[in-house]
């Protein structure tokens, strides 16, 4: 089956025929409690008329409009909603392709997203970009591309990307369609405040686009440059980890976005800006940003978050609007998704039981039901990815555990070096000093209990580029190591460990895959390869969802037990995100008064 979502104004005459009688409706649903997000009424005995992929009528009697062909869904006793959407998403962090992704979540509810695909961008430019957008566009998803805005997240000097992009690649992604939204989560916060012209020139061409552009800004929200951000014209932000980072945005007129990942849990903090504080929650979003396959199995996706919302005190009309109308309204898409009334895209689920609970049991995308009771009833067209995309591992040479020593200033004695200390269930690391013992001018980092090595290497254009650190918090209780081609936002290879051998081993491993996880113990090598740019699985979801969870078990069975572990060791290389990361250029430090900047591993 294919999937074609017409413009409203070539579906009016057919429409307007449905909602007076003169042609029957495709499908009508009858006598369910409408979950009404634009007035937050729950409204009972109302029924749904739906001719092709819009919705034609929605009243208490459409029995005008039922002909012989038309398909009846009785929803006695069952809540009719709109679809959920995802107000921030990168789906390759699903480890999934974007079909197999529409697999997991159309049974959860999940209808439509907003998708910055800056992972892919990060290793193919706008090349990448466009191929998962033309996958998109087969799926039954009401899915939305974000253009990229940094590609490299925090500039060339500061480390290695596969591709760049900037304001010329910007404005040529416009053209391609209307689904092309707007920008990406402009990370490179910094850049904008101080006028940096290549960030500047990117949010200029989407406002001339007539598009919006996505905010990515970590210093506290009382520092007085958030306005300055939002002056740029950037009106929506998912930093956001305490209410009164909602409360600053809200207040400046922008968007703010509450995220429950699989491994960050900012919900619970931010959403007293609306529980306890009273602001109003219209610009608040609820998004994922994001969840494994791993977690899609076990979780859920938006359906998770929405109950999860709910859990923290808010009402659950209130909550559905959150992952619905409200982020329709932020991308200036409400006229199509959003939203149970007539004209909108027929996207709606029918939940059973308490609304609290997100219990969905019926997807039904573009007017087609795709989903019943948890499993797809449609089938996904197939898509292929060229050979260059299956083959992005380049190192000049394989590495070896002597790679991973890492000399120090001093012959022998002692020296204070930086130390990353990763924290459980949260983006922002912090910067540690360690005294650490050297001999023979080598830094003995494995011999102090808690500490492993982190490295990364470049593995886009082989340029040989390593930088060699340290990291805390991993928890490791035998010798490990961890290696990954999902290193955001460049995506290198990133790899931790306390055994030098185990470490080259694990590098080796993922480059023999052309990309993906590998764990190595002594109990052996647990992998997970993603053949995709390094960065999805080229397996259907349940396998994906397997494949991540045994990298799970084997990283717990080792001694890490951080919730969704892979997930937060993935965003070590993050350059932009606080406190100290790694790059293959070196140690990154992030802070509010000098910025972006490399710093040394001693310190002096």
């Known amino acids: 089956m294919t999937f074609t979502r017409k413009p409203l104004a070539d579906c009016v005459p057919e429409l307007v025929a449905t909602a007076r009688g003169d042609r029957p409706a495709s499908l009508v649903i009858t006598g369910g409690k409408l979950v009404n997000v634009c007035s937050g009424e729950i409204l009972e005995g109302m029924s749904v008329g739906i001719q092709g992929g819009r919705i034609a009528y929605v009243g208490k009697d459409v029995s ?185 945005r809200v207040r400046l007129g922008m968007y703010a976005k509450m995220r429950r990942g699989s491994a960050w849990h900012d919900v619970a903090q931010t959403i007293t800006a609306h529980t306890e504080h009273g602001l109003d929650p219209r610009r608040m979003l609820l998004v994922t940003d994001d969840r494994s396959s791993e977690s899609l199995r076990d979780e859920g996706h938006m359906d998770f978050v929405v109950r999860h919302a709910i859990s923290q005190g808010v009402k659950p009309v209130t909550a559905f609007q959150m ?54 009833t449609t089938d996904l067209p197939a898509f292929t990815y060229p050979g260059e995309v299956l083959a992005s591992v380049h190192l000049p040479q394989r590495p070896v555990a002597g790679d991973f020593i890492i000399p120090a200033p001093i012959a022998s004695g002692s020296i204070a070096t930086r130390v990353i200390q990763v924290l459980e269930n949260h983006v922002e690391t912090i910067e540690r000093i360690h005294t650490i013992p050297v001999v023979n001018g080598e830094l003995q980092v494995h011999a102090v209990a808690g500490l492993c090595k982190i490295a990364v290497l470049e593995r886009h254009h082989g340029t040989g580029n390593q930088s060699v650190a340290v990291v805390e918090g991993i928890g490791f209780h035998e010798p490990a190591a961890i290696a990954m081609t999902v290193a955001h936002d460049s995506h290198n290879i990133l790899v931790i460990g306390n055994d030098d051998e185990l470490m080259a081993q694990a590098v080796n491993a993922v480059a023999d895959v ?81 910025g972006i900047q490399l710093v040394p591993l001693f310190v002096k």
């Open 64 to 248: 005008h409009m039922i002909g012989d062909d038309t398909r009846v869904i009785e929803a006695s006793g069952k809540y009719i909603a709109p679809g959920l959407l995802d107000g921030h998403c990168h789906i390759e962090s699903t480890q999934l392709t974007v079909t197999e992704f529409a697999r997991a979540v159309l049974p959860l509810g999940t209808t439509g997203g907003f998708f910055d695909a800056h992972e892919i961008a990060n290793v193919f430019g706008l090349k990448g970009i466009k191929l998962m957008l033309d996958e998109m566009r087969g799926t039954p998803l009401a899915a939305y591309m974000q253009v990229a805005s940094c590609v490299p997240a925090a500039g060339a000097d500061i480390e290695t990307t596969g591709a760049s992009i900037g304001p010329a690649e910007v404005a040529e992604a416009y053209t391609w369609g209307a689904d092309v939204i707007g920008l990406g989560e402009v990370m490179n916060f910094p850049g904008v405040v101080y006028g940096d012209d290549k960030m500047i020139g990117e949010i200029q061409e989407t406002l001339r686009a007539g598009r919006v552009a996505d905010g990515h800004f970590t210093w506290p929200s009382s520092d007085w440059r958030l306005p300055v951000y939002a002056a740029a014209g950037v009106t929506g932000d998912h930093e956001c980890v305490t209410a009164q980072d909602v409360i600053e």
């Open 514 to 594: 052309q990309g993906g996880v590998a764990v190595l113990t002594a109990a052996g090598t647990t992998l997970f390869p993603l053949a995709i740019a390094g960065l999805m699985s080229a397996e259907p979801f349940e396998t994906a969802a397997a494949q991540s969870a045994a990298i799970s078990q084997a990283l717990y069975d080792a001694g890490c037990t951080l919730n969704y572990a892979f997930m937060t060791l993935s965003l070590l290389a993050l350059a932009v995100i606080p406190t100290l990361r790694l790059s293959d250029k070196g140690l990154v430090r992030i802070s509010p008064e000098e």
């Open 323 to 376: 992952a619905t109308i409200n982020t329709a309204e932020r991308f200036g898409v409400a006229r199509d998704i959003g939203s149970i009334t007539p004209g909108s895209c027929a996207d709606i689920i029918l939940l059973d039981g308490n609304l609290a609970d997100v219990n969905v049991v019926l997807t039904i995308a573009s007017g087609v039901v795709v989903a019943e009771n948890g499993v797809m």
